[in-house]
């Protein structure tokens, strides 16, 4: 009965609130995408954080330090987000640490020049998005309302991506070769952020049921394509797929086969900064037990002054 209650109101596109009765298999659905998500905004500071003492100007290191900022933001939003549904940070934290809780894939792989802030700003806020987008619809009240607030921000990223991959693209000769370089390096794993094929995404069927997910893996993987190819052509570059092609009949580019074996390589663990990546989370964490015990210990404090 609960259960035909509940679908009935998400079907009527109504929100779903914490303290609302929920299937337990949507709330544990729930708490592995935000979690996935929430990591992803931290780890996805890594890569980025690499380039903060090497930017090429003061204006650029003080956009790139206001960036890696809001994606830390971003986590902690998402992370609240995760616990109305009855879990702490500890425990999602350690499931990071175990490596059951998964973070995005792209973030496993490096940052080898200034050209790729312009590329993960432009490309990987890009993909995000256009999912981000989607999940403003999303049944989950909290999520929902933390994606409008994140979205705004997002925008902002993706833009000061794609001028850095500009300035780049009409500046020297090897200031555009390390564009397009990154533009090469970035795409196909970019692309590859929105998930396996649909015929191959186990969650995806539970997700459009509970409108947790309003459009597939590939609907939006077609979506950024379609936004970005004329942004490469707009400032010169070549997107590296030799079988992108628009397509009048279906009003859309046809683009080339990804690459599945590297996708699961990755996602399993296995990318070139995978270990790296996490061992710098597990540092920074060890590092700030000091400031979390302080926290903890004024909390109480205060507690036994209120009593
Ligand atoms: N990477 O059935 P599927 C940012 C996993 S950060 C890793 O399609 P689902 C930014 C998937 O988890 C924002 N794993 O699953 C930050 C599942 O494994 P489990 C990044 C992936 O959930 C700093 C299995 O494969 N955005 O913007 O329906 C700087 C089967 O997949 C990936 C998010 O995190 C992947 N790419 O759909 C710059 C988006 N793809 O859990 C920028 C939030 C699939 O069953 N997440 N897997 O063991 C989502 O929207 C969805 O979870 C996904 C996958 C579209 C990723």
């Given at each position: ?91 999602l934290v ?13 973030f ?17 806020d ?13 049944s ?41 370089d ?53 400032i ?33 663990g ?15 964490h060890d590092?700030g ?15 036994v002054?209120?009593n």
């Amino acid at each position: 009965m609960n259960e035909i209650k509940f679908q009935e109101r998400i079907d009527a596109e109504k929100k779903i609130e914490p303290k609302d009765w929920m299937p337990d298999a949507y709330r544990k659905h729930l708490i592995r995408q935000i979690s996935q998500h929430a990591h992803s905004e931290i780890i996805g500071m890594q890569p980025e954080g690499n380039w903060i003492t090497r930017a090429p100007s003061l204006r650029a290191k003080m956009i790139l330090l206001a960036k890696v900022q809001d994606e830390a933001g971003h986590g902690l939003y998402l992370y609240s987000a995760c616990e109305t549904l009855g879990i702490s940070r500890e425990e999602l934290v350690k499931q990071l640490h175990d490596g059951k809780a998964k973070y995005s894939s792209i973030f496993n792989y490096p940052t080898l020049s200034w050209a790729d802030m312009g590329a993960v700003g432009w490309l990987v806020d890009g993909a995000a998005i256009v999912n981000q987008v989607s999940l403003q619809r999303t049944s989950y009240g909290p999520y929902s309302r933390g994606m409008v607030k994140i979205c705004k921000e997002e925008s902002f990223h993706q833009r000061q991506g794609y001028e850095i991959m500009a300035e780049m693209a009409k500046g020297t000769p090897e200031q555009k070769a390390m564009a397009q370089d990154a533009l090469n390096r970035f795409w196909w794993p970019s692309i590859m952020m929105f998930g396996p094929q649909d015929s191959d995404s186990p969650r995806t069927g539970n997700a459009m049921k509970w409108k947790i997910k309003r459009q597939t893996n590939d609907d939006l993987r077609q979506d950024f394509i379609n936004k970005t190819v004329g942004q490469a052509e707009l400032i010169g570059l070549t997107i590296p797929d030799t079988d992108l092609k628009w397509n009048a009949e279906r009003g859309s580019y046809d683009f080339g086969e990804m690459d599945w074996d590297e996708f699961w390589s990755v996602v399993n663990g296995n990318g070139p900064c995978n270990k790296q990546r996490l061992a710098h989370h597990k540092k920074a964490h060890d590092e700030g037990k000091w400031v979390r015990d302080a926290a903890k210990a004024h909390a109480k404090k205060q507690e036994v002054v209120a009593n």
